[in-house]
């Protein structure tokens, strides 16, 4: 029901790719509309489903939108001895975009897919010319707090299996980390859940394959970063998820940096308070034009 909505506020329905990138490592890329590219990449539990409030104001203002799904997230595959380190998630995202013709891109990172987009500005500074990072920053490692909670739930999965146990884990862990949890409902659990659902057993693998990843350390590069780079942060009391250290480490070092503060949003800003994500978006896009003048 949620995703037929979403499809009739667009203009076109969206158009799917999944890139296979090498034996058993296929990324999905959703892609709505034309006009200059915005690339949202979602974080651990999202996928473009979890982008469906801000894709059509974007794609209404003659932007071109493409959620690109790490491997291991959302609708892409989960391959087992993976290489699943952020360096390796960016080379990935590189990928898809040269298969699709995309250069200077603003890219939106969620969580702790802001690390992996922060690399791909390193590693192909020709793909990005700007950064929203919405509730993260530069982790070192995939293997968050997040990715260890979740790595828990996916043990619990495999010993007992069921659908209903995924379900009552999933909204518990989103519950724990919004701001306002009404929009958590039934629907939006399920459409959360339904990459994972399919291949359950994959779901650890790929969650061990990040506990495992070794990352080069991005800290010492930030200063090379040469686009603008912009942090939302969930202002609710339970918080972003984002730890105060990183994101005063992004002050410290970025060249082009600035920082807002989503009152009463927690980890999930793109939900909660759409309008403040895609006016970041319209106007980091205003000023990238204007800066190429």
């Known amino acids: 029901m949620l995703v037929g909505l979403f499809l009739l506020t667009l203009a076109q329905p969206p ?23 915005v690339v ?7 996928s473009a489903f979890a ?13 071109q939108v493409i959620v690109i799904e790490p491997l291991g997230i959302g609708n892409s595959s989960r391959p087992k001895g993976a290489d699943y380190s952020l360096t390796a998630q960016a080379g990935r995202v590189a990928a898809v975009l040269d298969t699709l013709g995309v250069r200077g891109a603003i890219v939106l990172g969620h969580s702790v897919s802001t690390s992996t987009v922060l690399r791909l500005a390193l590693l192909r500074p020709d793909l990005v010319s700007a950064i929203i990072a919405d509730n993260g920053g530069p982790e070192e490692a995939a293997a968050t707090s997040g990715v260890k909670r979740t790595a828990k739930f996916a043990i619990l999965l495999r010993i007992f299996g069921g659908r209903s146990l995924m379900r009552s884990e999933l909204h518990k862990g989103l519950r724990l980390t919004a701001g306002n949890p009404e929009w958590i409902t039934r629907e939006v659990v399920d459409c959360y859940g ?20 070794r990352d080069e350390p ?26 105060q250290s990183l994101s005063m480490l992004m002050q410290d070092r970025l060249p082009d940096f600035a920082v807002d503060t989503a009152r009463g949003a927690g980890l999930h800003i793109h939900e909660e308070q759409p309008a403040v994500v895609v006016r970041a ?13």
């Open 15 to 37: 158009g799917v790719r999944d890139v296979l990138l090498a034996p058993g490592e296929t990324v999905r890329a959703t892609i709505v509309g034309v006009g200059r590219p």
């Open 40 to 46: 949202l990449v979602p974080g651990l539990l999202g």
């Open 51 to 63: 982008f469906r409030r801000i894709i059509p104001p974007l794609d209404s203002a003659g932007l």
């Open 194 to 213: 339904e990459g994972a659902e399919r291949e359950p057993g994959a779901v650890l693998d790929a969650l061990q394959g990040m506990a495992r990843a």
């Open 218 to 243: 991005l800290a010492p590069r930030l200063g090379t970063i040469g686009v603008p780079v912009h942090l939302l942060v969930g202002g609710a009391p339970r918080g972003s998820g984002l730890k």
């Open 281 to 293: 978006l319209l106007d980091m896009v205003a000023r990238v034009d204007q800066d190429r003048l």
